[in-house]
């Protein structure tokens, strides 16, 4: 007969209802389970300006500390708790995830935490290089954002000023 409680102490991948990361976090922290879902800093138009909001890395995705022996949670508590939709298997066996790979998203997520701590978003008139793409090493002025993803600038072409539209991760602020 299957027993629970003989299973190893693993990370294993939750899949949750849409938008219900957060959701899923609290009730199964509640119950006593060690859960990590991996945020990211990522750049939104909310009515019209630019911010910065905190977004699900894995969007869909926790992943959970299973210890039945210590936790008593079994299986079927973690697939029933809200905001999960069910655990990640691949055939009969749970999809285990590695502690060294959850380390090493945590010490990713940290490090570019940090790294947009310290960078602003650009405003109107401000300098900008870019970085990629045909227009690589040039300068620019920023004018406004065109979405979430691009922005409008005025670039210098043949000694005429032009408004050209380009992706908003191939573009550094300028000191």
Not at 18 to 39: F, H, I, S, T, V
Not at 93 to 111: G, S
Not at 151 to 163: G, V
Request: with cysteine.
């Amino acid at each position: 007969m299957f027993d629970p409680s003989q299973l190893p102490a693993q990370w294993l991948l939750l899949q949750v209802k849409p938008r219900q990361e957060q959701r899923a976090l609290a009730n199964l922290e509640c119950q006593g389970g060690q859960c990590y879902c991996p945020q990211v800093l990522s750049e939104k138009l909310v009515r019209g300006k630019r911010v910065q909001v905190q977004e699900a890395l894995f969007p869909g995705y926790v992943f959970f500390y299973s210890n039945p022996t210590q936790d008593g949670l079994t299986y079927t508590t973690i697939h029933s708790s809200r905001g999960v939709s069910k655990i990640v298997r691949f055939g009969a066996h749970y999809a285990a995830i590695p502690q060294a790979l959850v380390d090493h998203i945590k010490q990713r997520e940290t490090q570019k935490q940090e790294a947009t701590t310290h960078s602003s978003l650009p405003q109107k008139g401000d300098k900008v290089a870019i970085l990629e793409g045909p227009f690589r090493g040039l300068q620019a002025i920023y004018q406004q954002a065109q979405g979430d993803k691009r922005s409008l600038l005025l670039i210098d072409l043949l000694n005429q000023q032009s408004k050209i539209s380009l992706e908003n991760n191939i573009l550094k602020k300028q000191a």
